[in-house]
């Protein structure tokens, strides 16, 4: 895709370094806000979330609006050098307007409304609630839209959830009569109603689905989640359209979460000019920690790829640990400064926190934050966000410069909705993140590091797509994977693809449907899902590897078996199964099995298309972002020892010390240890 290579912030001529900062609860305190910004000063921070939910301390009183504090603290925040990301403060709502708009309060799947409190819980629909945010936001963008210390709006405060009540429903049946072109007939069979007598005569008689409602119509439950991601945009719009209006110039976005299934972030990141994200990976649990990198890894990845060949923001991260986990581990020293730059090495041009300074109180007051509750700046913590800032200034080169991966894995919100939904394989959980993530991990040892996208997103510029367990191909997905193959590209299916369309409708015909057996040569005839604790095996290449939770036994309709089960009735059928398709090549993995086995094979595609290089050690992430005139590739080490870097493949420069790196130099990165290299294109 196309790249300007364009900083995010071109004011700040590097990256930015800063966080949440809530200045509204300390205006008693004029002291600790003065010293807020000598110490914002000394972790080498250059920008703040401000006002995220300070809509008490910005309305107090209906109409009456108090914004001097504000006033000045963006004054005082530019004056040192410190940029400002402006929120809109509709994440939460003041007492008054719950208590005098009830509407405002939204309804949960019981029918019942909320009380006021908590956060995040608006009725996304109410006019009252649109029509405050509006007159908020237009009075935020009057006053701060021109001012040069504020260079982004931060919309509100991770969207999410869906309201119940009266006005909602009537909405979503709005929603249904233009998907379904006011034709009742054309929504019963979407939603294949005839099952059950569940046949609706007409719109008006379509609920939500309520906790005592209907849930069994699986076309509906999709539905109601398109339904909720169209309005959580066009509440979205509501709160851009004033911003625009006052303040044309300045970028928008909205935090988004980890893999966050309530929301189809592919259309909530078409109304915002910059995506941004919340990073709160569980470091130190009970899995190995390369597993919860790798991880983390495919959500900046997923991040990203939201708009390829732009820099994307980490907005939240902790500098130390949470406080709304079963357990609330610290982040041990040296592991915060790795994490915050293989943000930066997927592609951010921002390091943020939750937060800045502690609360004394409620609920967030033992939360993680740059400044604790000592006031000092002697802490461990803020030391390694000291260390943080001043090695993202040694970055600053690099901002604006994207990653370029040849390969990228398909991640789809209609098909994880759909596999969540799907009655049938195994009842509580089908894997499908997990699954998504696995692909990606093996890519990711192999030195590359994907792009995730949707299914409908442009497949040009790859030349390898893992496409795992695409159970519901969306109208011209099975044709454009076959274009991609055709013209040399490598696609990668496995169980549990191309079983339904778009409205949740068996294809009939065989699996995967819609023309995709063609590309896969091979037909899903049946799915084996297995208890836990059992498993087959399968032999891959001469190598043997366990198969747990779901086999799928195939037919094969001109691929070859690469790979065949060993055990059960279907011992000797295919497992692995290779197609050569155009000038490309399609591999279909039949059966769930382990990261091994996974790597095993993809480095097997990888050695056949000339990408990559041998594996990496466990724990070892290779990044890089490019800008045109330079690579910047970035070496982490997230395994508990020290690791051997494979020899640096072109001379370069360690952009921290400045040294010159000659080619075929090998070096060792300690436990949690990196190295960033610049080096010409
Ligand atoms: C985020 C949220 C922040 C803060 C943080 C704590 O999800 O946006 O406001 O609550 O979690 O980890």
């Given at each position: 895709m196309?790249s300007s290579y364009?900083?995010?912030f071109?004011?700040?001529?590097?990256?930015l370094h800063g966080?949440d900062y809530?200045p509204?609860?300390?205006?008693d305190?004029?002291?600790?806000?003065?010293?807020?910004?000598e110490l914002?000063?000394?972790?080498?921070?250059n920008?703040?979330?401000?006002g995220i939910?300070?809509?008490s301390?910005?309305e107090?009183e209906e109409?009456?609006?108090?914004f001097?504090?504000?006033d000045?603290?963006i004054?005082r925040?530019y004056q040192?050098?410190?940029y400002?990301?402006?929120?809109?403060?509709?994440g939460?709502?003041p007492?008054?307007?719950?208590e005098k708009?009830?509407?405002?309060?939204?309804?949960?799947p019981?029918g019942?409304r909320n009380?006021?409190?908590?956060?995040?819980?608006?009725?996304?629909?109410?006019?009252?609630?649109r029509q405050?945010?509006r007159?908020?936001n237009t009075?935020l963008a009057?006053r701060?839209?021109?001012?040069?210390g504020v260079i982004l709006?931060?919309i509100s405060?991770?969207?999410g959830?869906?309201?119940?009540?009266d006005l909602c429903?009537k909405k979503?049946q709005?929603w249904?009569?233009?998907?379904?072109?006011?034709d009742?007939?054309q929504l019963?069979?979407a939603?294949?109603?005839?099952?059950?007598?569940?046949?609706?005569?007409?719109?008006?008689?379509i609920?939500?689905?309520?906790d005592?409602g209907?849930?069994?119509v699986l076309?509906?439950l999709?539905?109601w989640?398109?339904?909720?991601t169209?309005n959580?945009?066009?509440?979205?719009?509501n709160e851009?359209e004033?911003?625009q209006q006052?303040a044309?110039?300045?970028?928008?976005?909205t935090?988004?979460?980890w893999l966050?299934?309530g929301?189809?972030?592919?259309?909530?990141?078409?109304?915002?000019?910059v995506i941004?994200?919340d990073a709160?990976?569980?470091w130190?649990?009970?899995?190995?920690?390369y597993a919860?990198?790798?991880?983390?890894?495919f959500n900046?990845?997923?991040m990203?790829?939201?708009?390829?060949?732009q820099?994307f923001?980490?907005?939240e991260?902790t500098?130390?640990?949470?406080?709304?986990m079963?357990?609330?581990?610290?982040?041990?020293?040296?592991l915060?400064?790795?994490a915050c730059l293989?943000?930066?090495?997927?592609?951010?041009?921002?390091?943020q926190?939750?937060q800045?300074?502690?609360?004394?109180g409620s609920?967030e007051?033992f939360?993680?934050?740059v400044?604790?509750h000592?006031?000092r700046d002697?802490?461990r913590v803020?030391q390694?966000?000291?260390e943080?800032?001043q090695?993202?200034k040694?970055?600053?080169?690099l901002?604006?410069?994207?990653?370029?991966p040849?390969?990228?894995?398909i991640y789809d919100?209609?098909?994880?909705w759909?596999?969540?939904?799907?009655a049938?394989?195994?009842?509580?959980d089908?894997?499908?993140n997990?699954?998504?993530?696995?692909?990606?991990r093996a890519m990711?040892?192999?030195?590359?590091?994907?792009?995730?996208?949707?299914?409908?997103?442009?497949f040009?510029g790859?030349?390898l797509i893992a496409?795992?367990m695409l159970?519901?191909?969306k109208?011209?997905v099975?044709?454009r994977?076959k274009?991609f193959?055709?013209?040399?590209?490598?696609?990668?299916t496995?169980?549990?693809?191309g079983?339904v369309?778009?409205?949740?409708?068996?294809f009939?015909g065989g699996?995967?449907?819609?023309?995709?057996?063609?590309?896969?040569?091979?037909?899903?005839?049946e799915?084996d899902?297995?208890y836990?604790?059992q498993s087959n095996?399968?032999?891959?290449n001469g190598?043997?590897?366990p198969a747990?939770?779901f086999?799928e036994l195939?037919?094969l309709?001109?691929?070859?078996?690469?790979?065949?089960?060993?055990?059960?009735f279907?011992?000797?059928?295919?497992a692995?199964?290779?197609?050569p398709?155009?000038?490309g090549?399609?591999?279909?993995?039949a059966?769930?099995?382990?990261?091994?086995c996974?790597?095993?094979?993809?480095?097997d595609?990888?050695?056949?298309r000339?990408m990559?290089i041998?594996?990496?050690?466990?724990?070892?992430?290779?990044h890089?972002?490019?800008d045109?005139?330079?690579?910047?590739?970035f070496?982490l080490?997230?395994?508990e020892?020290k690791?051997k870097l494979?020899s640096v493949p072109?001379?370069?420069?360690?952009?921290?010390?400045g040294?010159?790196i000659p080619?075929?130099?090998?070096?060792?990165?300690?436990c949690?240890?990196?190295l960033?290299?610049?080096?010409e294109?």
């Amino acid at each position: 895709m196309a790249s300007s290579y364009t900083p995010l912030f071109p004011q700040l001529n590097g990256l930015l370094h800063g966080g949440d900062y809530n200045p509204d609860q300390w205006l008693d305190r004029p002291d600790i806000l003065e010293k807020d910004v000598e110490l914002m000063k000394k972790a080498g921070i250059n920008s703040v979330s401000l006002g995220i939910f300070a809509w008490s301390a910005l309305e107090p009183e209906e109409g009456v609006y108090t914004f001097d504090w504000m006033d000045q603290t963006i004054d005082r925040l530019y004056q040192n050098g410190i940029y400002t990301i402006l929120a809109t403060p509709s994440g939460a709502r003041p007492a008054w307007m719950d208590e005098k708009y009830p509407e405002v309060r939204r309804v949960l799947p019981t029918g019942k409304r909320n009380l006021h409190g908590g956060r995040h819980n608006h009725c996304i629909t109410s006019p009252v609630y649109r029509q405050k945010v509006r007159e908020m936001n237009t009075r935020l963008a009057q006053r701060y839209g021109q001012h040069p210390g504020v260079i982004l709006w931060h919309i509100s405060n991770e969207f999410g959830g869906a309201c119940c009540c009266d006005l909602c429903r009537k909405k979503f049946q709005d929603w249904l009569r233009e998907r379904y072109h006011n034709d009742i007939g054309q929504l019963n069979h979407a939603w294949w109603t005839g099952f059950w007598s569940h046949t609706f005569d007409s719109f008006d008689q379509i609920d939500p689905p309520m906790d005592q409602g209907e849930h069994s119509v699986l076309g509906m439950l999709l539905d109601w989640r398109r339904f909720t991601t169209a309005n959580t945009a066009d509440f979205i719009r509501n709160e851009t359209e004033p911003l625009q209006q006052y303040a044309p110039s300045l970028p928008v976005t909205t935090n988004f979460m980890w893999l966050f299934g309530g929301l189809d972030y592919n259309e909530i990141a078409k109304e915002i000019d910059v995506i941004s994200w919340d990073a709160y990976p569980r470091w130190h649990n009970e899995q190995p920690l390369y597993a919860v990198a790798s991880e983390t890894a495919f959500n900046h990845s997923l991040m990203r790829s939201f708009k390829r060949g732009q820099p994307f923001m980490l907005m939240e991260s902790t500098p130390s640990k949470v406080n709304w986990m079963p357990y609330n581990k610290l982040k041990r020293p040296g592991l915060h400064e790795l994490a915050c730059l293989q943000a930066i090495a997927s592609g951010s041009d921002t390091v943020q926190y939750f937060q800045f300074r502690m609360g004394r109180g409620s609920f967030e007051q033992f939360h993680g934050a740059v400044v604790d509750h000592t006031g000092r700046d002697d802490t461990r913590v803020f030391q390694e966000v000291s260390e943080t800032g001043q090695t993202l200034k040694a970055l600053s080169n690099l901002a604006g410069s994207v990653p370029s991966p040849r390969a990228a894995v398909i991640y789809d919100w209609d098909n994880r909705w759909a596999i969540e939904d799907m009655a049938g394989a195994a009842k509580q959980d089908k894997k499908y993140n997990e699954t998504c993530i696995q692909h990606f991990r093996a890519m990711l040892r192999l030195g590359e590091d994907p792009d995730v996208i949707s299914s409908t997103e442009s497949f040009e510029g790859y030349d390898l797509i893992a496409a795992p367990m695409l159970y519901l191909l969306k109208p011209g997905v099975a044709q454009r994977l076959k274009d991609f193959t055709a013209a040399g590209g490598v696609v990668v299916t496995t169980w549990l693809t191309g079983y339904v369309d778009e409205s949740t409708l068996a294809f009939l015909g065989g699996f995967p449907g819609d023309g995709l057996m063609e590309l896969t040569g091979v037909e899903a005839a049946e799915l084996d899902t297995l208890y836990p604790g059992q498993s087959n095996r399968i032999r891959w290449n001469g190598k043997e590897y366990p198969a747990a939770e779901f086999c799928e036994l195939l037919t094969l309709r001109g691929a070859k078996a690469a790979g065949t089960y060993l055990e059960d009735f279907y011992a000797g059928q295919p497992a692995v199964t290779v197609h050569p398709y155009g000038k490309g090549m399609s591999v279909h993995i039949a059966a769930r099995v382990e990261d091994d086995c996974l790597l095993d094979i993809y480095a097997d595609i990888f050695k056949e298309r000339h990408m990559g290089i041998k594996a990496l050690p466990l724990g070892l992430e290779i990044h890089s972002r490019v800008d045109g005139e330079k690579r910047y590739r970035f070496y982490l080490n997230f395994s508990e020892g020290k690791v051997k870097l494979p020899s640096v493949p072109a001379k370069c420069r360690d952009m921290i010390t400045g040294e010159e790196i000659p080619v075929g130099t090998v070096r060792e990165l300690d436990c949690y240890g990196f190295l960033v290299t610049e080096e010409e294109l």
